[in-house]
């Protein structure tokens, strides 16, 4: 009779909490299958950004925006800021809450996870994170298979754009999370050029889309390399050329931090080089130049399109003499595995 009440209470279980315990891949895979099914299926898939391509199957809840006052109090003190300084909450559970803060020019996320007591806060251990939770890093609280989970998503630049969701279920506790990572197909197009060489322009076009696709493929990997477009044996050749390439991959060059348009306005929208810029000699019709590339944005961030800028040795300085954007675009799904994370660690 025991063995028959276990038996009927285990049948009554959702599928993800049984499945969860033994592989904890498990609700990854199920969204990369959704990912490659919708790939398949779906006209606008490269239009849908991550929270709409996992949805309903995963769901974001909204933060609670009349939360009770004792919450919000305990928020604002587990956080150290001062009262109505700002602090986004939403239920995990319930009784359970997660107290959210972003702060800085890099929008860096400190939470904490609390329930009230007899009116006192008694704050509950934080999950891992995965990455710094900075910048294009953050985490919400959402729900999968009506279970409650937190869930970590980071923009991926490179080497290959996409995107990484760890999903880290809670059961009265934190379980084991696992990864979601999608990647995607791109290609590099120069869409705007400039320069009073028009055929100088129209033969190194080719050699400014390879030279933004070698800077991407290079993200997150290392320090920005051109190799794959500029073979070092190039550079070599060419000692003082080499010398002057070094000093132009460093940001706050003198009158290099900004693209050249010899006159003419540019239509990107940034314009001003970020932190992500390197060069390297190239050969362009058996010409030695210089490349300057990287890519636009605001200060340090690089939230624009590719900027390439080739230089000629002039009587004692390098000369820009042509100048190019190239945009990234999606082209395609080119993969959704799921895997088990390791909790990210500060290093430097």
């Known amino acids: 009779m025991r063995s028959m009440l276990v038996a009927m209470a285990i049948a009554g279980l959702p599928t993800a909490l049984l499945a969860a315990p033994q592989d904890q891949r498990a609700p990854c895979r199920q969204l990369a299958e959704q990912v490659r099914q919708r790939a398949r299926t779906l006209p606008n898939f490269l239009k849908l950004d991550a929270d709409h391509l996992l949805a309903p199957t995963l769901t974001a809840r909204p933060a609670v925006t009349s939360p009770p006052a004792a919450v919000r109090a305990a928020a604002e003190r587990l956080l150290d800021i001062e009262p109505g300084g700002g602090v986004a909450l939403s239920v995990l559970s319930p009784g359970v809450w997660r107290a959210e803060r972003r702060e800085g020019t890099a929008n860096c996320t400190r939470d904490v996870f609390f329930r009230l007591e007899r009116g006192r806060a008694v704050t509950l251990p934080a999950p891992p994170a995965f990455t710094d939770l900075c910048w294009t890093s953050s985490r919400s609280v959402g729900a999968m298979n009506h279970v409650p989970v937190l869930v970590q998503q980071d923009a991926i630049d490179g080497p290959l754009p996409?995107?990484?969701?760890?999903?880290?279920?809670?059961?009265?506790?934190?379980?084991?999370?696992?990864?979601?990572?999608?990647?995607?197909?791109?290609?590099?197009?120069v869409t705007e050029a400039f320069g009073a060489d028009l055929t100088l322009r129209r033969g190194a076009a080719p050699l400014a889309s390879q030279l933004a696709s070698a800077l991407a493929r290079s993200r997150g990997v290392s320090e920005p390399s051109l190799a794959s477009a500029a073979p070092i044996a190039v550079a070599r050749r060419h000692p003082a050329l080499m010398t002057a390439a070094k000093r132009l991959a460093e940001r706050d060059m003198a009158g290099a931090d900004s693209l050249p348009t010899f006159g003419q306005a540019a239509k990107t929208q940034f314009t001003d080089f970020s932190d992500t810029v390197t060069a390297t000699v190239v050969s362009l019709d058996g010409e030695p130049m210089v490349a300057r590339v990287g890519i636009g944005g605001v200060g340090w961030r690089p939230i624009g399109d590719y900027l390439v800028v080739l230089y000629r040795q002039g009587t004692s300085e390098l000369t820009p003499v042509a100048s190019f954007v190239v945009t990234q675009t999606l082209t395609g799904l080119l993969s959704a595995t799921a895997s088990a994370p390791k909790p990210w660690t500060d290093n430097r």
């Open 162 to 189: 996409g995107f990484d969701a760890e999903i880290t279920p809670w059961r009265q506790g934190w379980r084991p999370a696992c990864r979601l990572s999608v990647r995607y197909r791109d290609a590099f197009t």
